[in-house]
């Protein structure tokens, strides 16, 4: 079966300018959730969908960063204007109900010049 | 004070040896408890729920104590491919969805 997917695998961008993450959760599961993971910071929640509802977006570090999920089979995480601080591993998470367990994607590797 | 405490570690044992993690949560109303791994430039992946009995997986052991709000993995006859990053990761009970990790520990398992 296939995992999460993710892409793209590795992002490198100049500041400013606009970055879009895409992920496709497994098929079947109804909770995906988007995390960041830095040296500093370790793994965070940014947001959690259910049922391509947003629950829960209190992660969203601020106004430049927007996430949807127009389907059960995909969701984006934008980025715009992006900053180097955002520098950072981006991980999509997908789960069959809130409550079971998270799989991970591979992550997208995003470096901002 | 984090959430989630962990020893970064790295712990720099030799194959076949017995090591243990221990992890602290702040909050007494978190509800569920894991272990994940992770290997360098990888996902994390679930390795055990903790239950509150205490639970094994072949070489792995997960404990748990509530009323000093840690938990421990032990692993036994440490293998190479035991190598990697280990995240304790506690759930809130009012929020049973939102993972807490840990910055988790490093094991480098020698020849």
């Known amino acids: 079966d296939a995992g999460v997917i993710q892409s793209p695998r590795h992002e490198v961008t100049e500041m400013g300018q606009e970055v879009t993450l895409r992920c496709k959760p497994i098929?079947?599961?109804?909770?995906l959730f988007w995390y960041r993971q830095t040296m500093m910071r370790g793994l965070e929640l940014l947001i959690y969908?259910?049922?391509?509802?947003?629950?829960?977006d209190s992660g969203m570090p601020e106004d430049r960063f927007s996430a949807k999920m127009p389907n059960a089979s995909f969701s984006t995480l934008k980025i715009q204007p992006s900053e180097p601080r955002d520098s950072a591993v981006y991980f999509c998470?997908?789960?069959?109900?809130?409550?079971?367990?998270?799989?991970f994607g591979p992550g997208t590797r995003l470096l901002v010049l | 004070r984090k959430e989630v405490e962990q020893d970064p570690g790295p712990f720099n044992v030799p194959e076949g040896a017995t090591v243990a993690f221990n992890c602290t949560y702040s909050?007494?109303?978190?509800?569920?408890f894991f272990w994940y791994r992770q290997d360098c430039r990888k996902e994390p992946k679930l390795l055990m729920s903790?239950?509150?009995s205490g639970n094994e997986d072949g070489r792995f052991t997960a404990q748990l104590n509530r009323a000093s709000q840690y938990i421990s993995l032990l692993i036994r006859d440490s293998k190479l491919s035991d190598s990697a990053t280990y995240l304790c990761?506690?759930?809130?009970?009012?929020?049973?969805?939102?993972?807490?990790f840990g910055s988790g520990t490093r094991l480098l398992v020698r020849p």
């Open positions: 998470a997908s789960a069959s109900r809130a409550q079971e367990t998270q799989y």
């Open positions: 990761v506690v759930n809130m009970r009012d929020s049973s969805y939102k993972l807490i």
């Open positions: 909050n007494s109303a978190s509800q569920s």
């Open positions: 903790v239950y509150s």
């Open positions: 098929s079947g599961h109804n909770s």
């Open positions: 969908f259910n049922n391509n509802v947003p629950i829960d």
